[in-house]
């Protein structure tokens, strides 16, 4: 069973932290989170948890020291040790025939400690298997399918392919508001992702420059009737609006006479 990783979140972060820690919202968290911990102690944890232990036994206390050890590196920020060992736990699931969902669980979260490394692409290949897979698995309106759409749709944004995750939230969004409904947190920053890729792209026309704002309009008019005007989404979306708002109007601008 997955535990949920609950966070707070500075609204001073923005839309694009917010995107982060949801989308990595699906890793198993440590029993305990630190800061303050050392490499060494990490090092250490690593030897005590599941270095000697059997790859199968019947509670599978391997894969879950792996699991807890790869979260807890993830969580102090040792993204390079983190990185090693969800690669191990990886190969060690694929190769005992573990449930497929567990072992997608595992990509997504190496999928996020790429991304922390900077390894957009490989964030990328990661996420779009894992949406492909839990498509398979469990169908377009599962809430873990929704949220690997979402998690696909961010880093086509980082990368940025704005066109892709434009198709892509088309076809998912309108899942997410049926299934979820509107006032969702995951429909709300779908619907935000999906703004931001029409105004943000180069090719962008008037038409689609109009339609981010209205989206994130009405998203902002959401998420404080829903969620409150203090809180991190509120704020992001309200300052994501900001930058829509300013990229329309100077389109809409015209040039002073004369301007060449």
Known sequence: MLMVLLVTL??????ARLRATFSCADRIPPPVVCRSVSRRAVSASARDTYLGRPEVDRHGSRSMAMSVLGNGLYAVNHDEDALTVGEAEL???????APENNI??????????????????????MRRDVYSGH????????????QAASNYAVSLLSL???????????????????????GHTLTLLMRSNYAEALWRDPAATLDDL???????????????????????ITAGVGRELLKARATLR???TPPPPGFA
Do not use: W
Request: charged fraction near 30%; include cysteine; charge should be positive.
């Open 160 to 182: 940025p392919r704005f066109e892709e995750a434009k198709l892509l939230l088309q076809k998912t969004m309108p899942v997410a508001r049926r299934v979820l409904g509107e």
């Open 135 to 146: 498509l398979k698995l469990n169908g377009e309106e599962h809430l873990n399918t929704l």
């Open 250 to 252: 100077a389109r809409e």
């Open 210 to 232: 109009r339609e981010a704002v209205t989206t994130l309009e009405d998203v902002a008019r959401t998420a404080r009737r829903v969620l409150g005007g203090a809180h991190p």
């Open 10 to 15: 500075s609204a001073s972060k923005g839309l």
């Open 91 to 97: 190969s060690m699931k694929r190769r005992i025939g």
């Open 104 to 125: 997608l669980v595992v990509q997504s979260n190496l999928a996020c400690t790429y991304a922390n490394l900077g390894r957009r692409e490989e964030a990328l290949l």
